[in-house]
Protein backbone atom coordinates (compact mmCIF):
# COMPACT_ATOMS: atom_id res chain seq x y z
CA UNK A 1 0.00 0.00 0.00
CA UNK A 2 1.53 3.31 -1.27
CA UNK A 3 2.67 5.33 1.79
CA UNK A 4 0.59 8.19 1.86
CA UNK A 5 -2.36 6.13 2.93
CA UNK A 6 -0.11 5.56 6.07
CA UNK A 7 0.60 9.54 6.43
CA UNK A 8 -3.58 9.64 6.38
CA UNK A 9 -4.36 7.33 8.78
CA UNK A 10 -1.86 9.21 11.03
CA UNK A 11 -3.31 12.40 10.12
CA UNK A 12 -7.16 11.45 11.16
CA UNK A 13 -5.94 9.36 13.91
CA UNK A 14 -9.41 8.87 16.01
CA UNK A 15 -11.39 9.22 12.65
CA UNK A 16 -10.70 5.53 12.69
CA UNK A 17 -12.82 4.49 15.41
CA UNK A 18 -16.17 2.90 14.17
CA UNK A 19 -19.54 4.92 14.61
CA UNK A 20 -23.02 3.76 15.00
CA UNK A 21 -24.69 4.75 11.82
CA UNK A 22 -28.05 4.84 12.66
CA UNK A 23 -29.46 2.81 9.33
CA UNK A 24 -28.77 -0.31 11.01
CA UNK A 25 -25.99 -1.30 8.33
CA UNK A 26 -23.06 -0.71 10.30
CA UNK A 27 -23.72 -2.90 12.75
CA UNK A 28 -24.10 -5.77 11.15
CA UNK A 29 -22.07 -8.63 10.78
CA UNK A 30 -21.53 -8.55 6.69
CA UNK A 31 -21.55 -4.63 6.04
CA UNK A 32 -22.80 -3.77 2.65
CA UNK A 33 -20.62 -3.97 -0.66
CA UNK A 34 -20.77 -0.86 -2.63
CA UNK A 35 -20.44 -1.01 -6.47
CA UNK A 36 -20.05 2.12 -8.46
CA UNK A 37 -19.98 1.86 -12.21
CA UNK A 38 -19.92 5.45 -14.38
CA UNK A 39 -19.87 5.96 -17.78
CA UNK A 40 -17.67 8.57 -20.02
CA UNK A 41 -20.35 11.12 -21.97
CA UNK A 42 -23.46 8.87 -21.46
CA UNK A 43 -26.50 10.94 -22.12
CA UNK A 44 -29.41 11.19 -19.60
CA UNK A 45 -32.28 9.59 -22.58
CA UNK A 46 -29.26 7.25 -23.23
CA UNK A 47 -31.07 4.46 -21.56
CA UNK A 48 -33.79 2.33 -22.39
CA UNK A 49 -35.81 3.18 -19.28
CA UNK A 50 -34.54 6.58 -19.45
CA UNK A 51 -36.34 7.25 -23.16
CA UNK A 52 -33.73 5.48 -25.25
CA UNK A 53 -34.38 5.08 -28.83
CA UNK A 54 -33.32 2.42 -31.18
CA UNK A 55 -31.04 1.03 -27.58
CA UNK A 56 -31.95 -1.72 -26.04
CA UNK A 57 -30.61 -1.96 -22.28
CA UNK A 58 -32.14 -4.81 -20.83
CA UNK A 59 -29.89 -5.53 -17.55
CA UNK A 60 -30.08 -1.36 -16.76
CA UNK A 61 -33.42 -1.60 -17.43
CA UNK A 62 -33.80 -4.77 -14.96
CA UNK A 63 -31.77 -2.96 -13.02
CA UNK A 64 -34.05 -0.20 -12.51
CA UNK A 65 -37.08 -2.76 -12.42
CA UNK A 66 -35.42 -4.38 -9.17
CA UNK A 67 -34.22 -0.95 -7.69
CA UNK A 68 -34.88 2.77 -7.88
CA UNK A 69 -34.63 5.13 -10.83
CA UNK A 70 -33.30 8.79 -10.09
CA UNK A 71 -34.34 11.27 -12.53
CA UNK A 72 -33.00 14.38 -11.58
CA UNK A 73 -29.33 13.35 -10.43
CA UNK A 74 -26.61 15.89 -11.13
CA UNK A 75 -23.17 16.29 -11.73
CA UNK A 76 -21.48 19.26 -10.07
CA UNK A 77 -19.41 20.43 -13.28
CA UNK A 78 -19.81 18.82 -16.46
CA UNK A 79 -16.41 17.69 -17.87
CA UNK A 80 -14.14 14.56 -16.82
CA UNK A 81 -11.91 15.35 -14.12
CA UNK A 82 -13.85 17.87 -12.27
CA UNK A 83 -16.74 15.30 -12.23
CA UNK A 84 -14.64 12.76 -10.68
CA UNK A 85 -13.28 14.64 -8.39
CA UNK A 86 -16.41 15.38 -6.73
CA UNK A 87 -18.15 12.05 -7.29
CA UNK A 88 -14.74 10.79 -5.16
CA UNK A 89 -14.13 13.06 -2.50
CA UNK A 90 -17.76 14.51 -1.76
CA UNK A 91 -16.97 18.39 -2.68
CA UNK A 92 -17.39 20.93 -5.28
CA UNK A 93 -14.56 20.26 -7.62
CA UNK A 94 -13.19 23.82 -7.71
CA UNK A 95 -12.65 23.80 -3.62
CA UNK A 96 -9.75 20.99 -4.26
CA UNK A 97 -8.16 22.77 -6.93
CA UNK A 98 -9.36 20.47 -9.89
CA UNK A 99 -11.06 22.19 -13.09
CA UNK A 100 -12.03 21.01 -16.63
CA UNK A 101 -10.42 17.72 -17.61
CA UNK A 102 -6.50 16.87 -17.19
CA UNK A 103 -4.04 17.12 -20.08
CA UNK A 104 -1.71 13.94 -20.03
CA UNK A 105 1.39 16.23 -19.03
CA UNK A 106 -0.44 17.97 -16.29
CA UNK A 107 1.48 18.10 -12.95
CA UNK A 108 -1.15 18.39 -10.83
CA UNK A 109 -4.26 16.29 -9.88
CA UNK A 110 -5.85 14.89 -6.18
CA UNK A 111 -4.44 16.08 -3.50
CA UNK A 112 -3.51 12.66 -0.53
CA UNK A 113 -5.16 15.32 1.76
CA UNK A 114 -8.49 14.84 0.27
CA UNK A 115 -10.49 11.85 1.40
CA UNK A 116 -11.90 9.58 -1.09
CA UNK A 117 -14.49 7.08 -1.09
CA UNK A 118 -12.14 4.40 -1.36
CA UNK A 119 -10.43 5.53 2.01
CA UNK A 120 -13.12 6.37 3.25
CA UNK A 121 -14.86 2.65 3.45
CA UNK A 122 -11.33 1.32 4.56
CA UNK A 123 -12.43 2.24 7.85
CA UNK A 124 -14.54 -0.95 7.79
CA UNK A 125 -11.61 -2.92 6.40
CA UNK A 126 -12.74 -3.32 3.00
CA UNK A 127 -10.98 -4.30 -0.04
CA UNK A 128 -11.30 -1.40 -2.65
CA UNK A 129 -10.73 -1.72 -6.60
CA UNK A 130 -11.21 0.21 -9.76
CA UNK A 131 -10.80 -0.45 -13.00
CA UNK A 132 -11.14 1.72 -15.86
CA UNK A 133 -10.96 6.00 -16.46
CA UNK A 134 -9.16 7.96 -13.60
CA UNK A 135 -8.10 10.96 -15.07
CA UNK A 136 -7.00 12.78 -11.47
CA UNK A 137 -3.38 12.47 -12.26
CA UNK A 138 -1.44 10.32 -14.43
CA UNK A 139 1.87 9.48 -12.29
CA UNK A 140 2.79 8.59 -8.63
CA UNK A 141 1.65 9.88 -6.62
CA UNK A 142 -1.76 10.76 -8.15
CA UNK A 143 -2.80 7.56 -9.21
CA UNK A 144 -5.82 5.72 -7.37
CA UNK A 145 -3.49 2.93 -5.72
CA UNK A 146 -2.34 6.76 -3.96
CA UNK A 147 -6.05 7.00 -2.87
CA UNK A 148 -7.21 4.30 -1.02
CA UNK A 149 -7.29 1.90 -4.35
CA UNK A 150 -5.81 -1.67 -3.48
CA UNK A 151 -6.26 -2.87 -7.54
CA UNK A 152 -6.13 -0.72 -10.46
CA UNK A 153 -6.27 -1.43 -14.12
CA UNK A 154 -7.26 1.12 -17.14
CA UNK A 155 -6.82 4.48 -18.48
CA UNK A 156 -4.99 7.37 -16.43
CA UNK A 157 -6.87 9.87 -18.61
CA UNK A 158 -10.00 9.88 -21.27
CA UNK A 159 -9.53 7.77 -24.33
CA UNK A 160 -9.29 10.40 -27.00
CA UNK A 161 -5.70 11.53 -25.40
CA UNK A 162 -3.30 9.68 -27.26
CA UNK A 163 -1.67 10.31 -31.35
CA UNK A 164 -4.37 9.31 -33.41
CA UNK A 165 -7.07 12.33 -31.84
CA UNK A 166 -7.78 13.66 -35.10
CA UNK A 167 -7.77 17.45 -33.45
CA UNK A 168 -4.69 17.04 -32.09
CA UNK A 169 -0.87 18.82 -33.65
CA UNK A 170 1.27 16.17 -34.04
CA UNK A 171 3.20 15.06 -30.86
CA UNK A 172 -0.01 16.39 -28.73
CA UNK A 173 -0.77 13.75 -27.32
CA UNK A 174 1.86 10.90 -25.72
CA UNK A 175 1.11 6.95 -26.93
CA UNK A 176 -1.66 6.03 -24.68
CA UNK A 177 -0.84 3.37 -21.99
CA UNK A 178 -3.00 1.20 -19.69
CA UNK A 179 -2.10 0.98 -16.33
CA UNK A 180 -2.05 -2.49 -14.03
CA UNK A 181 -2.06 -0.81 -10.65
CA UNK A 182 1.12 1.89 -10.98
CA UNK A 183 2.86 0.24 -13.92
CA UNK A 184 1.83 0.18 -17.62
CA UNK A 185 1.12 -3.46 -18.96
CA UNK A 186 0.81 -1.86 -22.56
CA UNK A 187 2.19 1.71 -24.43
CA UNK A 188 0.68 2.69 -27.13
CA UNK A 189 -2.99 0.93 -27.06
CA UNK A 190 -4.06 0.74 -30.97
CA UNK A 191 -7.88 0.54 -32.71
CA UNK A 192 -7.43 -2.96 -31.60
CA UNK A 193 -7.16 -2.39 -28.16
CA UNK A 194 -9.20 -0.11 -27.32
CA UNK A 195 -11.93 -2.24 -28.94
CA UNK A 196 -11.76 -4.94 -25.85
CA UNK A 197 -11.83 -1.83 -23.32
CA UNK A 198 -15.12 -2.48 -21.85
CA UNK A 199 -14.25 -6.09 -22.23
CA UNK A 200 -11.00 -5.98 -20.23
CA UNK A 201 -12.53 -3.40 -17.43
CA UNK A 202 -15.85 -6.52 -17.12
CA UNK A 203 -13.07 -9.31 -16.73
CA UNK A 204 -11.15 -7.52 -14.15
CA UNK A 205 -13.96 -6.23 -12.18
CA UNK A 206 -16.06 -9.68 -12.22
CA UNK A 207 -12.36 -11.11 -10.81
CA UNK A 208 -12.19 -8.63 -8.28
CA UNK A 209 -15.91 -9.53 -6.81
CA UNK A 210 -15.25 -13.30 -7.01
CA UNK A 211 -11.29 -12.25 -4.86
CA UNK A 212 -13.28 -10.20 -2.39
CA UNK A 213 -16.72 -12.54 -2.30
CA UNK A 214 -15.73 -13.27 1.60
CA UNK A 215 -15.03 -9.41 2.85
CA UNK A 216 -16.91 -6.25 2.38
CA UNK A 217 -15.64 -4.16 -0.56
CA UNK A 218 -15.82 -1.18 -2.94
CA UNK A 219 -15.05 -1.73 -6.78
CA UNK A 220 -15.22 1.47 -9.04
CA UNK A 221 -15.82 0.97 -12.33
CA UNK A 222 -15.53 4.02 -14.86
CA UNK A 223 -16.11 2.76 -17.99
CA UNK A 224 -14.23 4.88 -20.70
CA UNK A 225 -17.16 4.46 -23.10
CA UNK A 226 -18.87 6.03 -24.75
CA UNK A 227 -16.24 8.40 -24.67
CA UNK A 228 -15.21 9.24 -28.68
CA UNK A 229 -12.93 7.71 -30.35
CA UNK A 230 -15.98 4.95 -29.79
CA UNK A 231 -14.57 1.73 -29.77
CA UNK A 232 -16.84 -1.80 -29.52
CA UNK A 233 -15.60 -5.51 -29.30
CA UNK A 234 -17.08 -7.96 -32.35
CA UNK A 235 -19.44 -9.53 -30.42
CA UNK A 236 -21.54 -6.24 -30.02
CA UNK A 237 -20.29 -4.36 -33.53
CA UNK A 238 -23.50 -3.54 -35.65
CA UNK A 239 -25.99 -4.92 -33.30
CA UNK A 240 -28.49 -1.81 -32.35
CA UNK A 241 -30.47 0.68 -34.22
CA UNK A 242 -28.36 3.54 -33.53
CA UNK A 243 -24.98 2.63 -35.24
CA UNK A 244 -21.72 2.39 -33.31
CA UNK A 245 -23.04 4.50 -30.63
CA UNK A 246 -25.79 2.49 -29.65
CA UNK A 247 -23.79 -0.64 -30.45
CA UNK A 248 -21.24 1.02 -27.66
CA UNK A 249 -23.90 1.31 -25.25
CA UNK A 250 -25.22 -1.72 -25.86
CA UNK A 251 -22.07 -3.47 -24.39
CA UNK A 252 -21.78 -1.48 -21.43
CA UNK A 253 -25.21 -2.65 -20.41
CA UNK A 254 -23.74 -6.12 -20.80
CA UNK A 255 -21.27 -5.35 -19.10
CA UNK A 256 -24.01 -4.11 -16.12
CA UNK A 257 -25.18 -7.54 -16.75
CA UNK A 258 -22.29 -9.67 -16.30
CA UNK A 259 -21.39 -7.77 -13.14
CA UNK A 260 -24.74 -8.73 -11.71
CA UNK A 261 -24.84 -12.09 -12.72
CA UNK A 262 -21.50 -11.95 -10.64
CA UNK A 263 -23.06 -10.78 -7.21
CA UNK A 264 -26.14 -13.45 -7.71
CA UNK A 265 -23.43 -16.54 -8.49
CA UNK A 266 -21.74 -15.30 -5.35
CA UNK A 267 -24.80 -15.02 -3.02
CA UNK A 268 -24.09 -11.15 -2.58
CA UNK A 269 -27.10 -9.96 -4.56
CA UNK A 270 -28.73 -8.53 -1.51
CA UNK A 271 -25.66 -7.41 0.22
CA UNK A 272 -24.59 -4.92 -2.40
CA UNK A 273 -25.46 -1.37 -3.50
CA UNK A 274 -24.93 -0.76 -6.94
CA UNK A 275 -25.07 2.65 -8.50
CA UNK A 276 -25.05 3.34 -12.47
CA UNK A 277 -24.56 7.01 -13.56
CA UNK A 278 -22.63 9.58 -15.70
CA UNK A 279 -19.76 11.38 -15.44
CA UNK A 280 -21.74 14.71 -17.21
CA UNK A 281 -24.10 14.81 -20.35
CA UNK A 282 -23.39 13.71 -23.78
CA UNK A 283 -20.63 15.45 -26.19
CA UNK A 284 -23.29 16.92 -28.62
CA UNK A 285 -20.59 18.30 -31.53
CA UNK A 286 -19.97 14.68 -32.51
CA UNK A 287 -23.28 14.17 -33.43
CA UNK A 288 -24.09 10.40 -34.47
CA UNK A 289 -20.85 9.54 -31.93
CA UNK A 290 -22.54 11.48 -29.32
CA UNK A 291 -25.53 10.80 -27.34
CA UNK A 292 -29.10 12.11 -26.00
CA UNK A 293 -29.56 14.48 -23.64
CA UNK A 294 -33.28 14.65 -24.88
CA UNK A 295 -35.36 16.29 -23.88
CA UNK A 296 -32.75 18.12 -21.84
CA UNK A 297 -31.03 21.81 -22.97
CA UNK A 298 -27.16 21.51 -24.21
CA UNK A 299 -25.02 18.77 -23.23
CA UNK A 300 -21.40 18.29 -21.83
CA UNK A 301 -19.62 20.82 -21.52
CA UNK A 302 -22.43 23.04 -20.48
CA UNK A 303 -24.21 23.93 -16.66
CA UNK A 304 -27.71 23.48 -18.39
CA UNK A 305 -29.54 20.42 -18.08
CA UNK A 306 -28.25 18.51 -20.33
CA UNK A 307 -24.83 19.21 -18.97
CA UNK A 308 -25.15 18.15 -15.64
CA UNK A 309 -28.32 15.72 -14.92
CA UNK A 310 -27.30 12.42 -15.88
CA UNK A 311 -29.40 9.02 -15.49
CA UNK A 312 -29.14 7.30 -12.68
CA UNK A 313 -30.32 4.18 -10.94
CA UNK A 314 -29.65 2.35 -7.90
CA UNK A 315 -30.13 -1.46 -6.81
CA UNK A 316 -29.82 -3.04 -3.39
CA UNK A 317 -32.27 -5.72 -2.76
CA UNK A 318 -34.65 -5.47 -0.12
CA UNK A 319 -33.24 -1.66 1.06
CA UNK A 320 -34.60 0.08 -1.87
CA UNK A 321 -38.21 -0.09 -3.42
CA UNK A 322 -37.95 -2.08 -6.50
CA UNK A 323 -39.67 -0.31 -9.40
CA UNK A 324 -39.71 2.78 -8.43
CA UNK A 325 -38.66 6.30 -9.50
CA UNK A 326 -37.23 9.39 -7.75
CA UNK A 327 -37.58 13.08 -8.68
CA UNK A 328 -35.74 14.29 -5.73
CA UNK A 329 -32.71 16.90 -6.54
CA UNK A 330 -29.66 14.88 -5.50
CA UNK A 331 -25.71 15.14 -6.56
CA UNK A 332 -22.71 12.86 -6.86
CA UNK A 333 -21.41 14.45 -3.85
CA UNK A 334 -23.58 13.33 -1.61
CA UNK A 335 -22.71 9.54 -2.09
CA UNK A 336 -19.43 9.78 -0.30
CA UNK A 337 -21.25 11.44 3.51
CA UNK A 338 -24.38 9.30 2.60
CA UNK A 339 -22.13 6.17 2.78
CA UNK A 340 -20.55 7.45 5.14
CA UNK A 341 -23.87 7.21 7.43
CA UNK A 342 -24.27 3.43 6.28
CA UNK A 343 -21.22 2.48 7.50
CA UNK A 344 -20.63 4.17 10.41
CA UNK A 345 -17.76 5.96 9.32
CA UNK A 346 -15.90 9.59 9.84
CA UNK A 347 -16.14 12.12 7.79
CA UNK A 348 -13.20 13.75 7.02
CA UNK A 349 -12.01 16.27 9.13
CA UNK A 350 -11.91 18.87 6.55
CA UNK A 351 -15.09 20.80 4.85
CA UNK A 352 -17.24 18.92 1.97
CA UNK A 353 -20.44 19.72 -0.10
CA UNK A 354 -22.27 16.78 -0.21
CA UNK A 355 -24.95 15.55 2.73
CA UNK A 356 -26.13 12.24 3.89
CA UNK A 357 -29.35 11.91 1.47
CA UNK A 358 -29.93 7.83 2.45
CA UNK A 359 -33.48 8.96 3.15
CA UNK A 360 -34.09 10.05 -0.47
CA UNK A 361 -32.61 7.23 -1.72
CA UNK A 362 -34.01 4.81 0.28
CA UNK A 363 -37.74 6.58 -0.55
CA UNK A 364 -38.59 7.19 3.03
CA UNK A 365 -41.44 9.29 3.50
CA UNK A 366 -41.44 12.23 4.45
CA UNK A 367 -37.90 12.57 3.61
CA UNK A 368 -36.26 16.20 2.67
CA UNK A 369 -32.94 16.86 1.08
CA UNK A 370 -30.99 18.85 3.94
CA UNK A 371 -29.36 21.60 1.06
CA UNK A 372 -30.07 24.78 1.12
CA UNK A 373 -29.29 24.37 -2.56
CA UNK A 374 -26.43 23.23 -5.41
CA UNK A 375 -24.18 25.25 -6.93
CA UNK A 376 -22.52 24.54 -10.63
CA UNK A 377 -19.31 25.68 -11.69
CA UNK A 378 -17.46 25.53 -15.24
CA UNK A 379 -14.72 26.61 -17.28
CA UNK A 380 -12.08 28.77 -14.98
CA UNK A 381 -14.48 28.95 -11.56
CA UNK A 382 -17.25 30.61 -13.44
CA UNK A 383 -20.12 29.70 -10.77
CA UNK A 384 -22.97 29.57 -13.99
CA UNK A 385 -25.85 28.58 -12.25
CA UNK A 386 -28.04 27.81 -8.76
CA UNK A 387 -30.43 25.18 -8.02
CA UNK A 388 -32.49 25.13 -5.26
CA UNK A 389 -32.75 21.58 -2.91
CA UNK A 390 -35.73 20.33 -4.33
CA UNK A 391 -34.45 20.55 -7.72
CA UNK A 392 -37.80 23.13 -8.91
CA UNK A 393 -35.99 26.68 -9.45
CA UNK A 394 -32.52 27.14 -11.64
CA UNK A 395 -31.10 29.85 -11.46
CA UNK A 396 -28.51 30.90 -14.60
CA UNK A 397 -26.21 33.67 -14.47
CA UNK A 398 -25.38 35.72 -17.52
CA UNK A 399 -22.33 33.45 -19.22
CA UNK A 400 -20.58 32.85 -22.15
CA UNK A 401 -21.45 28.73 -23.39
CA UNK A 402 -20.64 26.67 -26.40
CA UNK A 403 -24.30 24.90 -28.00
CA UNK A 404 -24.97 24.24 -31.34
CA UNK A 405 -28.25 25.84 -31.40
CA UNK A 406 -29.96 23.76 -33.81
CA UNK A 407 -27.08 22.74 -35.81
CA UNK A 408 -26.38 19.13 -36.39
CA UNK A 409 -23.54 17.57 -34.74
CA UNK A 410 -20.63 15.98 -37.05
CA UNK A 411 -20.61 12.51 -38.49
CA UNK A 412 -19.02 9.21 -38.01
CA UNK A 413 -16.36 10.74 -35.47
CA UNK A 414 -15.60 13.95 -36.57
CA UNK A 415 -16.56 16.90 -34.12
CA UNK A 416 -18.74 20.01 -35.43
CA UNK A 417 -17.27 23.83 -34.02
CA UNK A 418 -19.46 24.82 -31.66
CA UNK A 419 -21.09 28.18 -31.65
CA UNK A 420 -19.96 30.16 -28.42
CA UNK A 421 -23.44 32.08 -26.94
CA UNK A 422 -23.85 34.63 -24.64
CA UNK A 423 -26.62 34.63 -22.22
CA UNK A 424 -26.36 38.20 -21.54
CA UNK A 425 -28.77 38.57 -18.21
CA UNK A 426 -29.92 35.99 -15.16
CA UNK A 427 -32.58 33.70 -16.19
CA UNK A 428 -35.08 31.95 -14.08
CA UNK A 429 -36.34 28.17 -14.94
CA UNK A 430 -39.06 26.37 -13.06
CA UNK A 431 -38.18 22.91 -14.15
CA UNK A 432 -40.80 21.09 -12.88
CA UNK A 433 -43.09 23.02 -16.18
CA UNK A 434 -39.94 23.69 -18.26
CA UNK A 435 -37.16 20.74 -17.97
CA UNK A 436 -35.94 21.74 -20.93
CA UNK A 437 -35.20 25.55 -19.86
CA UNK A 438 -36.85 27.69 -22.36
CA UNK A 439 -39.00 29.74 -20.44
CA UNK A 440 -37.37 32.62 -18.37
CA UNK A 441 -39.77 33.53 -15.45
CA UNK A 442 -37.91 35.43 -13.41
CA UNK A 443 -40.11 38.98 -13.06
CA UNK A 444 -42.52 36.16 -11.94
CA UNK A 445 -40.79 35.54 -8.91
CA UNK A 446 -38.19 38.10 -7.56
CA UNK A 447 -38.30 36.34 -4.17
CA UNK A 448 -37.17 33.11 -5.61
CA UNK A 449 -34.52 35.22 -7.75
CA UNK A 450 -33.25 36.61 -4.34
CA UNK A 451 -33.28 33.74 -2.55
CA UNK A 452 -31.19 31.74 -4.92
CA UNK A 453 -28.37 34.62 -5.85
CA UNK A 454 -27.86 34.97 -1.71
CA UNK A 455 -26.58 31.59 -1.81
CA UNK A 456 -24.42 31.61 -4.52
CA UNK A 457 -22.87 34.95 -2.72
CA UNK A 458 -22.23 32.39 0.13
CA UNK A 459 -20.76 30.00 -2.48
CA UNK A 460 -18.50 33.37 -3.73
CA UNK A 461 -17.14 33.54 -0.28
CA UNK A 462 -15.99 30.25 -0.06
CA UNK A 463 -15.24 29.14 -3.48
CA UNK A 464 -14.37 32.47 -5.40
CA UNK A 465 -16.06 33.06 -9.00
CA UNK A 466 -14.24 34.87 -11.81
CA UNK A 467 -17.45 36.07 -13.50
CA UNK A 468 -18.07 38.32 -10.20
CA UNK A 469 -13.81 38.99 -9.97
CA UNK A 470 -14.20 36.96 -6.60
CA UNK A 471 -11.83 35.09 -4.52
CA UNK A 472 -12.98 32.14 -2.08
CA UNK A 473 -11.89 31.86 0.88
CA UNK A 474 -12.08 28.53 1.24
CA UNK A 475 -9.96 26.74 -1.33
CA UNK A 476 -7.59 24.20 -1.14
CA UNK A 477 -4.50 23.17 -3.41
CA UNK A 478 -4.64 19.83 -5.70
CA UNK A 479 -2.26 17.50 -5.16
CA UNK A 480 1.31 18.23 -7.58
CA UNK A 481 4.17 15.95 -8.26
CA UNK A 482 7.64 15.84 -6.51
CA UNK A 483 9.34 19.29 -7.07
CA UNK A 484 6.12 20.97 -8.85
CA UNK A 485 5.56 24.14 -6.41
CA UNK A 486 2.38 25.42 -5.86
CA UNK A 487 0.26 27.26 -8.90
CA UNK A 488 2.29 25.19 -11.52
Known amino acids: ?122 QRSYATGMVGKWHLGSRPPLLPTYHGFDDYFGLPYSNDMWPHNPEGKPGAYPPLPLLDGEKPVKVG ?71 LAALKRTGLDERTLVIFTSDNGPWLRFGNHGGSARPLREGKGTCWEGGTRVPCIMRWPGKLPAGTTSNEMLMTIDLLPTVAKLLGAALPSHPIDGLDVWPLIAGQAGAKNAHEAYVFYFENNELQAVTDSTGRWKLQFPHTYRGLGDRPGGRDGLPVTYDMVKLKNQELFDLNSDIGEKINVASQHVDIVQRLEAFAEKMRDQLGDTLTQRTGNALREPGRLPGVPAGK
Open 189 to 259: LTHQDQEQLTTWYTERAVQFIEKNQARPFFLYVAHSMPHVPLHVSSKFRGSSAQGLYGDVIQEIDWSVGEI
Open 1 to 122: MPRSFFFRRRRVGGAFLLLLSGYGFAAAANPPNLIVILTDDMGYADVGCFGAVGIATPHLDRMAAEGRRFTNFHVPQPVCSASRAGLLTGCYPNRIGIHMALAPGTKHGLSEDETTLAELVK
